[in-house]
């Protein structure tokens, strides 16, 4: 591997950088903005913050969404799952 590359990669990976552009089109695609560069930008903003403390972390889900999730799974109500469940 050339060592340009190999750079290139050890850059993306100490950024992080493909997990974040993973985050961001699955963001995208879950909400589906009118605006998606404004949300874009909204969105890195919110990761900044997240960062510094400050707020919290952009999730693709939030509580209400696991809520609803788990109520789909248990449906008898008893306040658990089975592993096989879960996964």
Known sequence: ???GEEQSRE???RHRLPE???RLGALLLFHRPERP???LIQVLERVKAGRRAEG???FLMDEDNVEAMFSLLDVLGQGSIRPAQYR
Do not use: G, S
Request: aromatic share 20%; hydrophobic share 45%.
């Open 1 to 3: 591997m050339a060592a």
């Open 11 to 13: 850059y993306l990976r």
């Open 20 to 22: 974040l552009l993973h």
């Open 37 to 39: 560069r404004e949300f």
């Open 56 to 58: 919290e972390y952009p």
